[in-house]
Nanobody
């Protein structure tokens, strides 16, 4: 069983930065794809970014150029560096893990259905 715990959320002004962290336990996730999703009140969970076992990344158009996903396989950690934050980035952010060893992030993995394990989320609020 894989456990994921997010941290690093908070309140930030528009234009600011935050770094979210996801700590994984239960097994070594170096062969897993790892992803970040977000869900705003009243909206569906949406894809933000993902990184596969080889370091191949994929981003939602809305965050490309502003967010960077990275992983530290030794520490079993995944990070989401968020910059140039906008009020529309306000949401609960969730870490996800998938054991599929694809060579790149698949279209299915750009949806919530493509992931096996989820964290509880961390809240990000961007004030204008």
């Amino acid at each position: 069983q894989v456990q994921l715990v997010e941290s690093g959320g908070g309140l930030v002004q528009a234009g600011g930065s935050l770094r979210l962290s996801c700590a994984a336990s239960g097994r070594t996730l170096s062969s897993y794809a790892m992803g970040w999703f977000r869900q705003a009140p009243g909206k569906e969970r949406e894809f933000v970014a993902a990184i596969n076992w080889s370091g191949s990344t994929s981003y939602a158009d809305s965050v490309t150029g502003r967010f960077t996903i990275s992983r530290d396989n030794i520490k079993n950690m995944v990070y989401l560096q968020m910059g140039s934050l906008k009020p529309e980035d306000t949401a609960d952010y969730f870490c996800a893990a998938d054991p599929s060893g694809y060579s790149s992030i698949t279209p299915r993995q750009r949806t919530a259905a493509g992931w096996n394990y989820w964290g509880q989320g961390t809240q990000v609020t961007v004030s204008s």
